[in-house]
């Protein structure tokens, strides 16, 4: 129920140091300046601090001004929930009428529904963007209950279609699944029209476009966009169904297409985003491609560093001073120059995501609620080190990645069971 007393402080909420406002966290690379707060003594309490339920889906909590934000679908509809970050308690909730899955889903129904894009916070406006799996992109107003700014439906705007098929492995299609991103007074998402532009920019005020990109790729599967600067230059790194492409964000170039990597998934199935680091992107799929791959990025061209055969399918990598990190199947500690293997162990199952936090610890979170803290290589170079670990939070997979907020770690399923957690100071 709508609780009106919290509902008046809705238009305090604030950006601050220990929000986790976009997809990926506070600088969209897994990273946090929080401590784990491992101790041996204690760390995840036995009971959550609350626990609430959402409507399906694998859309990841955003956390802004002690609020949480949730996406999910419940009797036909996308519900936008935003809850007291403290207690649980419901701030306010807007609704929209939404299919379960896209219109052209196909394939995995049974173990996927609702949206899986995360909602994308901008601290300027203080609006909220949402994407529906059936295409609805929505702008929310946190001080004003949720009101809705203005929206559009991609698939009817852009007549979009079912994605192809491109290998020989069946078809699949999601739906949309790639979180929006706000970049200046922009609103970028990945539309994946083969008439107006992969990437589409709208005025994040207005909702009306202001550019297309030249690149005309159906859209993939990933999580979301990763921006990047080559040489210099704005650009966006996307995981399309057929490349690997950075896009330019500047001026009168903004569109354009710094350069192409041919990237081919099975099933359409590139779940992980890119990852960044100057002017390299780590894309990885298993299937056929069953690898990881580094890519190095200039204003004319994109070459392969190096390929090794760690692929994740889910866990988008977190590059962490000298390794990356990766938790499918297993957790994976790799060189960020050679993609060597230097550890692996543990039991992640295909759900899977981690975080890095300030005290070079990760958090791992995956199969049906397994949520752990291990040491990075800065703490354990040359073995697997897992501190402690509790498994079975929820009965569900746990296609959503973890979000960590002022010492509350936020968990959640793909039925959209939510548990928060106090840890320790």
């Known amino acids: 129920m709508l609780c009106l007393l919290l509902a ?31 101790s041996k003594e204690a760390w995840l309490p036995a009971e959550p601090a609350w626990r609430a339920t959402l409507g399906v889906g694998a859309s990841s909590p955003v956390v802004v001004g002690g609020q949480v934000f ?26 929209y009428a939404c299919r379960l899955y896209g219109r052209f889903h196909e394939g995995d ?32 107003d946190t001080r004003q209950n949720g009101k809705n700014i203005w929206k559009r439906n991609l698939y009817d705007d852009y007549q979009v279609g079912r994605r192809p098929k491109l290998t020989r492995a069946p078809l699949r299609d999601y739906g949309y699944t790639s979180s929006p991103l706000v970049h ?58 057929r490349n690997l492409a ?10 354009k297409t710094v350069a192409v990597f041919p990237w081919v998934t099975d099933f359409a199935n590139n779940i992980a985003s890119p990852a960044v680091r100057d002017d390299c992107v780590l894309v990885t799929a298993a299937y056929n491609q069953n690898s990881i791959c580094k890519v190095k990025f200039t204003l004319k061209e994109a070459r392969e560093l190096w390929r090794q055969k760690f692929p994740s399918k889910v866990c988008t990598p977190v ?41 070079d610890r990760l958090i791992v979170f995956g199969k049906n609620g397994k949520l752990s803290v291990v040491e990075t ?15 079975g939070l929820f009965r569900s997979a746990a296609w959503p990645h973890v979000a960590l907020s002022d010492g509350r770690l936020f968990c959640r399923d793909r039925e959209g069971h939510l548990s928060c957690f106090v840890l320790p100071r």
């Open 70 to 95: 949730l996406l999910g679908n419940a009797d036909g509809r996308d519900v936008l929930r935003c809850l007291s970050a403290a207690d649980g308690k419901e701030v306010w909730s807007v609704n």
């Open 377 to 391: 290589a800065v703490r354990s170079p040359a073995k697997y080190e897992e501190l402690t670990a509790v498994d």
């Open 8 to 38: 008046a402080t809705a238009c305090h909420c604030q950006s601050h140091a220990a929000d986790w406002p976009f997809w990926r966290g506070p600088a969209r690379d897994g990273h946090t300046e929080e401590s784990s707060r491992w």
């Open 319 to 359: 590059i962490h001073k000298d390794h990356v990190y990766v938790a499918w199947q297993k957790v994976r500690c790799l060189s960020w120059e050679t993609g060597e293997l230097k550890w692996e162990g543990g039991t992640i199952g295909d759900p899977g995501s981690c975080i890095v936090t300030a005290d």
């Open 246 to 255: 950075v896009i330019r964000l500047d001026g009168d170039k903004a569109g």
């Open 184 to 241: 200046g007074d922009w609103l970028l998402a990945e539309v994946g029209s083969t008439k107006s532009g992969t990437v589409i920019a709208f005025d994040k005020m207005t909702g009306k476009q202001v550019w297309a990109s030249e690149l005309r790729d159906e859209a993939g599967h990933t999580g979301g966009m990763a921006p990047m600067r080559v040489e210099g230059v704005p650009c966006v790194a996307v995981v399309t169904q």
């Open 109 to 140: 129904e049974g173990i996927y529904s609702g949206p899986s894009s995360t909602p994308e916070y901008d601290p300027a406006t203080k609006y909220l963007h949402t994407l529906s799996a059936d295409g609805h992109l929505n702008c929310w």
